[in-house]
């Protein structure tokens, strides 16, 4: 798919790799809304944004009916219509299962899947209007590989990338496609309050290294994005064929990730 002059919505574009995918799309001539909760990290974002090219923010919390409506509706009424949805908002809450507040698991539920499903319902008439449109889903490299400390986020990750797998089945041939994107740690505020490293297998990178990827990937029509090069392609391929080996692994690491993570929450 060509990206100049696209329309695309991106939400959670204030900050990370949205803000990231943002600027390179600008780069590339789309023209882009970007969404998020906080009107003056919006601001900030868009002030930042916009030598780049045409972008403009819409407040509103992708959890809430409302916010989704008025996120939805101020994209179509500042493009004309809508090409490329990008759901890239979210939140996560590290640590073990039964320290994990029932509200934290349900916000998780409520941002990583529900919020992304409800939109891409509510925005396939635009898209499927559009000709050439596209979702694309920002997920995370824990839908891969189950990682302790993480198992609602990866429910909700995994979650998501097997409704695009679905979805994209059921679309095909009908003009919209879907792009499944996989970050690995990336290096953004959501990762501020964690303290793992690459001791533990948290190698972070540029989200503008992510948000490259998703350009060539939108620019070459492919339908996910995995980060994190060889050594996790491998990682992946061992979840596969010998989970038990990287149980193992995971059981070596588990004190040091336990106490590394133990904070890590932003919702
Ligand atoms: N960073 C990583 O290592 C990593 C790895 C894999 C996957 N991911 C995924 O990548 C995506 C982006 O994460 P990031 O690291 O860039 O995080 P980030 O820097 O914290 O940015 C999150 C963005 O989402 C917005 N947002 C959060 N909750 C929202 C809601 N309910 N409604 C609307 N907007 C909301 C935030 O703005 P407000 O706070 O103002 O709402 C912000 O713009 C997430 O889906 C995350 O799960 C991240």
Same mark, same amino acid.
């Given at each position: 798919?060509?990206?100049?002059?696209?329309?695309?919505?991106?939400?959670?574009?204030?900050?990370?790799?949205? /803000?990231?995918?943002?600027?390179?799309?600008?780069?590339?001539?789309? /023209?882009?809304?970007?969404?998020?909760?906080?009107?003056?990290?919006?601001? *900030?974002?868009?002030?930042?944004?916009?030598?780049?090219?045409? $972008?403009?923010?819409?407040?509103?919390? $992708?959890?809430?009916?409302?916010?989704?409506?008025?996120?939805?509706?101020? *994209?179509?009424?500042?493009?004309?219509?809508?090409?490329?949805? $990008?759901?890239?908002?979210?939140?996560? /809450?590290?640590?073990?299962?039964?320290?994990?507040?029932?509200?934290?698991?349900?916000?998780?539920?409520?941002?990583?899947?529900?919020?992304?499903?409800?939109?891409?319902?509510?925005?396939?008439?635009?898209?499927?209007?559009?000709?050439?449109?596209?979702?694309?889903?920002?997920?995370?490299?824990?839908?891969?590989?189950?990682?302790?400390?993480?198992?609602?986020?990866?429910?909700?990750? *995994?979650?998501?990338?097997?409704?695009?797998?679905?979805?994209?089945?059921?679309?095909?041939?009908?003009?919209?496609?879907?792009?499944?994107?996989?970050?690995?740690?990336?290096?953004?505020?959501?990762?501020?309050?964690?303290?793992?490293?690459?001791?533990?297998?948290?190698?972070?990178?540029?989200?503008?290294?992510?948000?490259?990827? $998703?350009?060539?990937?939108?620019?070459?029509?492919?339908?996910?994005?995995?980060?994190?090069?060889?050594?996790?392609?491998?990682?992946?391929?061992?979840?596969?064929?010998?989970?038990?080996?990287?149980?193992?692994?995971?059981?070596?690491?588990?004190?040091?990730?336990?106490?590394?993570?133990?904070?890590?929450?932003?919702?």
């Amino acid at each position: 798919m060509k990206i100049e002059g696209k329309r695309v919505l991106v939400t959670g574009g204030s900050s990370g790799i949205g /803000r990231a995918i943002t600027a390179a799309l600008l780069g590339k001539g789309a /023209r882009v809304v970007i969404s998020g909760r906080r009107q003056d990290a919006l601001d *900030a974002a868009v002030a930042e944004l916009k030598a780049k090219g045409d $972008v403009h923010g819409v407040c509103g919390d $992708v959890t809430e009916t409302a916010g989704r409506v008025a996120t939805l509706d101020g *994209a179509l009424a500042h493009l004309g219509g809508l090409d490329i949805l $990008v759901n890239n908002a979210g939140g996560v /809450r590290a640590g073990r299962l039964e320290e994990t507040s029932e509200a934290e698991i349900r916000a998780m539920v409520e941002v990583d899947l529900v919020a992304p499903i409800l939109l891409t319902r509510a925005a396939l008439p635009a898209l499927r209007a559009s000709g050439e449109g596209l979702i694309a889903d920002i997920t995370s490299a824990i839908a891969l590989i189950g990682m302790p400390f993480y198992a609602t986020y990866a429910a909700t990750k *995994a979650g998501l990338a097997r409704f695009d797998e679905a979805l994209r089945r059921e679309l095909v041939g009908e003009g919209v496609g879907v792009l499944t994107i996989y970050p690995g740690a990336t290096d953004t505020p959501m990762m501020r309050t964690s303290r793992a490293g690459a001791e533990v297998g948290f190698t972070k990178e540029p989200a503008e290294a992510v948000a490259d990827a $998703v350009v060539v990937a939108i620019e070459g029509d492919g339908f996910e994005v995995v980060r994190g090069g060889e050594a996790r392609a491998q990682m992946i391929a061992l979840n596969r064929t010998d989970p038990i080996a990287l149980d193992r692994r995971f059981a070596d690491l588990k004190p040091a990730l336990a106490e590394a993570v133990r904070d890590h929450s932003a919702l």
